[in-house]
């Protein structure tokens, strides 16, 4: 495999218009992002896009307010990760608000349903809802919503994933991906779908008068679009900085609800400075964790509860699953590092791994620590379930400029029936095949990733901001960094390069390393970690290393601390 490549990033114009108040690194780092002048660093509410340009609104919301008036059963259709779980409890949460009576929600099992309104899970439906809402899932779902209309139900599909070739016959979809949909943010997750519906719901009911002088407060659901958005790994673009800047504000200021206070709990975060890559790390997981191995009904559950003693229980059996799953997921990316151990350039571009041990709900991570490690397109596959080994279920991770969704449906287009079914994002995407069919896949997907992918995509790059002056590792700048987020999936968290000296080391556990680094500009000292990063051998004793500015908060004293995410001797 080719070696990292350490980049810095350039910058997209000259700041202007900053106070003296923010710190020049800042001002930098936020350039280098497009962020160009103080404006596009305010992330209020009010900068929100309006969802009256989402496609198909006008008809979900008619339909939503038939249901209310008439009191009908309706049904949220979830999904089995945290967009989907966060999603469906801000579906019932919502529409409860706005005065729907009867409102329910299932959560396909993947072993037993498989993915999305199925019709499997449709079938299973009692009592019969009069109106189905999907929440992250339902844009390939042909042949669910043609068994909930044989069964009388009306259908509203709402969903952020890609289309393919045909649509389902709901009776309404709100999908910013669609093709020819105005809604300028293509980003939103499914939990932000679903939001956009309830507040262009309440629009329309609050102009017939349902509300009177005060209308519902949306608001109190940003903390479940926050975690489900950062969860999701959409893209960090303006609109989705302004849903998880408002919901991390609702989190650190103590109203977020029971379950994702019992949750950050359970993570051992602080609540007052918890920041988005917190819900990616650390709540984020343990809710997935539900969904992969068990039965994510238990976390929306846990996110749907407002008693404060459920919902730590509710928490505590989430990271118990969270804990298996951990031991499960380091037990098979082992094994597909030996799968993989000594490829070299030549070898698969496109990486498919198949062991029949392995568990489905777990396959994507692997998929992801192998991508990582590689860097080429990785999917991963484990037999659907224990009483089917005839079919496999696999996820894909992809690296830029290869789009998997795309890879997968040329596959399809040049081999109708191999793939029995597929779904998902340019870097992310799930899919189904016969078991006897897996080495004739495997090969398909070599041929296309090498037919689409360079050399140059193929090298590895890790971008920094550049080094920092002499004197700038300071616990003032890791402030204004950690509070000038959110950061995410493309607005990435500032990373920068410097020289150092290692004055001492030691390992934590079995594979951490705890390092003091000496800065030989100043001489300064500062206290470094690194992950995972202790195979053997001692870290260079003069060394280049690329690193966040973080913050360690020890007994109420707060010190900067660099994250070491690379190092290289010099």
Known sequence: MSALQVRRRESKGAPSGWPASVHPVLQQVYAARGVLDPSLAEHRLARLLSPQTLGGMAQAVELLVEAIRSDWIILIAGDYDCDGATGTAVAVRGLRMLGAQRV?????????????????????????????????????????????????????????????EQLPACDAMVNPNLAGDAFPSKALAGVGVMFYLLLALRARLHEQGAFGDTKPDLSVLLDLVALGTVADLVALDFNNRVLVEAGLQRIRSGRACAGISALVESGRRSVATLCSSDLGFV???????????????????????????????????????????????????????????????????????YEPSWHAGVVGLVASKLKDRLHRPVIAFAPASEDDTGSLRGSARSIAGFHIRDALAAIDARQPGLIERFGGHA????????TCDYPRFAEAFDAIARELIDAERLQAV?????????????????????EAGPWGQAFPEPLFENLFACNSWKVMGERHLRLQ??????????????????????????????????INDWQGRETPRLLLRHIEST
């Not at 920094?464 to 402030?479: F, K």
């Open 517 to 550: 680094l000496r800065d030989p500009r100043d001489g300064s000292v500062h206290d470094a970690v690194m992950f995972n990063a202790y195979h053997g051998q001692p870290p260079p004793s003069l060394l280049r290393a690329v690193y966040e500015l973080g």
């Open 104 to 164: 329910s929600y299932a959560i396909p099992n993947r072993f037993v349903h498989g993915y999305g309104l199925s019709p499997a899970l449709v079938e299973s439906l009692q009592p019969t809802p009069q109106l189905i809402v999907t929440v992250d899932n339902g844009v390939a779902s042909v042949a669910g919503v043609a068994a909930a209309k044989a069964r009388g139900i009306r259908v509203i599909v709402t969903d952020h994933h890609l289309p393919g």
């Open 462 to 482: 890790l971008y920094t901001d550049g080094e920092l002056p002499a004197g700038a590792l300071s616990l003032e700048l890791a402030r204004q960094l950690r």
């Open 427 to 434: 870097m992310a995407a799930g899919l189904s095949l016969r």
């Open 283 to 353: 709540v984020g997981p343990r809710l997935n964790a539900a969904g992969r191995l068990e039965d994510m009904r238990l976390g929306v559950e846990c996110l749907l509860t407002d008693d404060v003693a459920q919902a730590r229980r509710h928490a505590g059996q989430l990271n118990a699953i969270n804990l298996e799953r951990r031991d499960l997921q380091a037990s098979m990316v082992a094994e597909a590092e030996q799968m993989v151990a000594g490829m070299t350039d030549i070898d698969a571009i496109g990486v498919a791994l």
